[in-house]
């Protein structure tokens, strides 16, 4: 019976269990971060390292010719422009759309509210591919297949159930009595929204809207599928370069690497966030 | 608290607690469903329509040529369902899905819980250098993730083979990874549960820190092994966490599509097809589009219980006051 795999923290523990766990740990921290660090690895390499069939452990003779090529390839500044647009669009709208009904959720008791919160939990479980084709024959009849506009309206249904449950709980946790104090010293419910609602979630706001900013940026199947390759985001230009270039690892890895950077960045600032976010209710405190 | 409240929702109180005349409840469910609005006519239509669309189409028959000319899809009744479910490819895939799932989620959420476990024991830099690896797994795009995989098990120059060679000899040099489909299928699992890894360890272990103190050391005070303590006191309270992680690694991972579409070039071969990727091929590859929203239909069909028992346990645990 192992001793070092309890969960607990007690006195009196063996030292010989500790270094176990600890070596145990740092193992797996090495195996976890090494995919992550092979990326980076052969980005940097020239040609010839990467078609090595001796793999260096990292690269020897550097260089920045992978992140020249990727950069230099005619869809990827393009494919950059239409990520952000359309990002930005989705992630603007599901945030104005869906802030207004975590303010009803969260401080209106109304009948139907409960309804309301199941359709938002539930529909936060559908298969989103699977509706793909239904979507791409609507989107075609009304002619916004290969448009900006088209992808944008699509990703916006796919943020508005996680934003408007993220920010519901952001809006409870902004305590009753600051409405009311406001209320009795004489403000409306419309100057409570501004003055105190909107105000005190602006953090919550922002984790959103970064939140929402990861999952429009990552998404490449639907886009791909709605649009041709001159109204793609930098995810699709991705899959698309694995295709076309599929043995150019060293430009393939640099490319991977640019898409992921804005969205690694965001993560790790709200990272906090989408941890209680998604599991809230099961953790207390 | 204030007085008893008689409204059968039982839910926040209204602002103003002193005025709950009936005039003013009613002002505010109308306020309500007016914020809510916008976001129920979204849903509806970009979500509901859509899907009421799939299970039209699912009885009807749509090619190419329907697409094209706008014309409405000859009724076809329940024959997509039946070609579905006399196909044994159609049944190999449903058995494959159910399989992987049930498979990559045992292993995601073992390790998950043993890496949370594991961070409990191990000194605060250890701790550290463990979550900022996850982290940094965590936030990889699925597809940039599933590019290194590719990368990594290339044949060719891929540094597994590299290593395998040096540790199992040189037959390893040169391997395809994806001729045999249980080592491809190794490959795609151990994408998704390295992928998975760090949204579990770091949730079970924020809810581990919930377990009182008290209660284990009360528990080895009173002789209880380890692993005694585990079973009885840390994984009970634990429960309610791990039942909704584990109830989403489900329905991810049932819906498997991006690792091993990217995996195999995105034209996976029928034995890498999941149910996702399946309705996808039939609809956009084939142009059967009927026969795609059939297998979506039948694929949202198997995760309903899933999804029902997700559902109300987050209502259970209170989340959804």
Not at chain 1, 177 to 184: G, Q
Not at chain 2, 17 to 28: C, E, F, L, W, Y
Request: net charge positive; aromatic share 12%.
């Amino acid at each position: 019976m192992a001793r070092h795999d309890d969960g607990v923290v007690t006195v009196g523990r063996s030292r010989i269990g500790t270094v176990f766990a600890n070596t145990g740990g740092i193992l797996f921290g090495l195996v976890m971060i090494f995919p992550v660090y092979w990326v980076l690895n052969t980005a940097f390499k020239p040609d010839a390292e990467v078609r090595s069939f001796t793999p260096t452990f990292w690269p020897e003779n550097p260089t920045l010719d992978n992140f020249r090529s990727a950069l230099g390839e005619q869809h990827f500044l393009p494919s950059m422009v239409n990520g952000l647009v359309i990002t930005a669009m989705a992630v603007a709208a599901a945030l104005v759309v869906g802030f207004l009904a975590a303010l009803a959720i969260a401080r209106f008791a109304f009948y139907g509210r409960k309804a309301i919160i199941l359709v938002v939990l539930a529909v936060q479980l559908v298969p989103f591919l699977a509706l793909l084709i239904p979507l791409f024959l609507m989107l075609q009849g009304v002619n916004l297949t290969n448009t900006l506009v088209g992808v944008a309206l699509v990703y916006l249904v796919l943020l508005l159930p996680y934003t408007v449950w993220t920010l519901r709980g952001f809006i409870s946790g902004i305590p009753r009595e600051l409405d009311e104090a406001a209320m009795i010293d004489g403000c409306t419910r419309a100057q409570v929204f501004w003055r105190i609602i909107l105000p005190l979630t602006g953090p919550g706001l922002v984790a959103t809207s970064v939140y929402g900013f990861i999952q429009a940026w990552n998404e490449f199947i639907i886009i791909n599928t709605l649009n041709d390759p001159n109204h793609q985001n930098l995810m699709a230009w991705l899959l698309y370069n694995q295709t076309e270039r599929g043995t150019a690892w060293g430009p393939l890895m640099a490319g991977a690497i640019i898409t992921s950077i804005p969205v690694v960045v965001f993560f790790l600032i709200i990272q906090r966030n989408i941890a209680t976010g998604l599991t809230a209710g099961a953790v207390k405190g | 608290m204030q007085a008893v409240d008689s409204r059968p929702v039982q839910a926040p109180a209204p602002l103003k607690t002193a005025d709950r005349s009936g005039a003013r409840r009613k002002r505010d469910t109308r306020t309500a469903w007016l914020l809510s609005l916008p976001t129920l006519i979204i849903l509806i239509g970009m979500l509901g329509y859509p899907l009421y669309r799939m299970i039209v189409l699912s009885f009807q028959n749509m090619r190419l040529r329907e697409l094209f000319s706008g014309a409405t899809p000859p009724w076809a009744g329940v024959d997509q369902y039946a070609k579905a479910l006399t196909d044994d490819v159609f049944w190999g895939i449903v058995a494959r899905t159910a399989a992987f799932t049930v498979v990559s989620v045992t292993l995601s959420v073992t390790a998950g819980l043993g890496i949370a476990l594991l961070m409990r024991r191990v000194h605060a830099k250890v701790r550290i250098f463990m979550m900022v690896a996850m982290m940094f797994v965590w936030a990889l795009p699925q597809l940039v993730a599933a590019q290194a995989f590719r990368w990594l098990t290339d044949s060719d120059f891929g540094v597994l083979n590299y290593l395998f060679s040096k540790v199992f000899g040189d037959e390893w040099l040169n391997h395809s990874w994806f001729v045999n489909p249980w080592e491809g299928w190794a490959v795609i699992t151990t994408l998704v549960v390295w992928a998975g890894i760090p949204f579990l360890a770091i949730s079970l272990s924020a809810g581990l820190t919930q377990v009182p103190k008290e209660l284990v050391e009360a528990a080895t005070v009173d002789g209880a092994s380890s692993w005694q303590t585990l079973r009885n006191i840390t994984l009970p309270i634990l429960k309610p966490l791990l039942t909704i992680v584990t109830t989403l690694s489900v329905i991810w991972n049932f819906g498997l599509f991006t690792q091993n579409w990217a995996l195999r070039d995105s034209h996976p071969e029928p034995v890498y097809q999941t149910l996702a990727t399946y309705s996808y091929t039939q609809a956009f590859g084939r142009s059967l589009y009927s026969y795609g929203s059939a297998i979506s239909v039948i694929t949202v069909l198997l995760m309903l219980g899933v999804m029902v028992f997700y559902i109300r346990q987050m209502f259970k645990i209170g989340e959804v006051d």
